[in-house]
């Protein structure tokens, strides 16, 4: 058979496919896990003070933390600004590359389809995150790219550590805005 016609395995039914590199190292820490998400809640918090949803992410190789990120959609007037895509960017130019096999995504909510599609477009090799979202949650939520068998990659998930801190986030975040806008509909009483 000539070269360029041989299978590259993606053909091949799952369970016959190469393994993706950098799966092992990938494997849940139940510490790390904490650690990590915990620097992506301080991010989260960071997003809520400069007006941000506060969704943060944190891209990390084992214990080496490669990108940091919290949503900027108002801040750079950017709709794909989302916490989860900053960090996959900012993981892919300290690493070098596109592919982020052996690294782990960890995001305060569940991402959307938009971050859980370049999620699989980065071959991450896991993703954790806090909170789900019932609104847009595409990781197990409403849909489950992640565990799709139709794509040419998956990835385990693991949702809930600091899922509470997470949901008061925000919960509080949304609280606030509502109270800012019933302030500021307030009829004249002059």
């Known amino acids: 058979?000539?070269?360029?016609?041989?299978?590259d395995g993606y053909d091949e039914p799952k369970e016959a496919r190469p393994r993706e590199p950098g799966l092992e190292e990938a494997a849940g820490d139940p510490a790390r896990d904490l650690t990590m998400m915990r620097r992506a809640l301080e991010e989260a918090a960071r997003a809520a003070e400069e007006g941000e949803v506060p969704v943060g992410a944190v891209v990390a190789r084992g214990e080496e933390i490669l990108a940091v990120a919290h949503n900027?959609?108002?801040?750079?007037?950017?709709?794909?600004?989302?916490a989860e895509l900053l960090a996959l960017r900012r993981a892919a130019g300290e690493l070098g590359t596109w592919r982020l096999t052996g690294c782990t995504l960890y995001a305060t909510l569940e991402?959307?389809?938009m971050c859980a599609g370049a999620l699989h477009a980065a071959r991450i090799s896991r993703l954790v995150y806090a909170a789900p979202d019932p609104k847009a949650g595409a990781a197990g939520t409403l849909y489950d790219l992640p565990a799709d068998p139709?794509?040419?990659?998956?990835?385990p998930s693991t949702p809930g550590i600091l899922q509470a801190e997470s949901a008061t986030l925000l919960r509080a975040f949304f609280k606030n805005?509502?109270?800012k806008q019933q302030s500021s509909q307030a009829p004249y009483t002059g």
Request: hydrophobic content about 15%; aromatic content about 4%; overall charge positive.
């Open 111 to 113: 991402p959307c389809p």
């Open 1 to 7: 058979m000539p070269e360029e016609l041989k299978s």
């Open 177 to 179: 805005r509502r109270n």
């Open 72 to 82: 900027e959609r108002e801040t750079t007037k950017d709709p794909t600004a989302h």
């Open 150 to 155: 139709r794509l040419n990659h998956t990835y």
